[in-house]
């Protein structure tokens, strides 16, 4: 089957960079719409980034700061987190559908990995 791990969260005080992966097995993610999401507990998931084919979305909040990318070889998605801020404190998901545009919804999920951003 289809599985997305994720890798890289941590605890960064504000100002700092993270680097998180997600790598996919059980299928060839190349150009479809594969995601980023996080979720703070008690509270909803909230997307925040997007790739399909070379086409990349951000949510405002991570604008300018944030930069989803994928290495197609290794079959994996990216997201590089700079001036991160505690706000940004949330776990991590990656999540991919096998369509080569993004509506929003995925069916494969990983499991997470938590980010923590405090001084």
């Known amino acids: 089957g289809v599985q997305l791990q994720e890798s890289g969260g941590g605890s960064v005080q504000p100002g700092g960079s993270l680097r998180l992966s997600c790598e996919v097995s059980g299928y060839t993610s190349s150009t479809d719409c594969m995601g980023w999401f996080r979720q703070v507990l008690g509270k909803g998931r909230e997307v925040v980034a997007q790739i399909a084919r070379t086409q990349t979305a951000y949510a405002d909040s991570v604008k300018g700061r944030f930069t989803i990318s994928r290495d197609n070889a290794k079959n994996s998605l990216y997201l590089q987190m700079d001036n991160l801020n505690p706000e940004d404190t949330a776990m991590y998901f990656c999540?991919?559908?096998?369509?080569?545009?993004?509506?929003?919804?995925?069916?494969?999920w990983g499991q997470g990995t938590q980010v923590t951003v405090s001084s």
């Open positions: 999540a991919a559908e096998r369509r080569t545009w993004c509506n929003g919804d995925f069916s494969y």
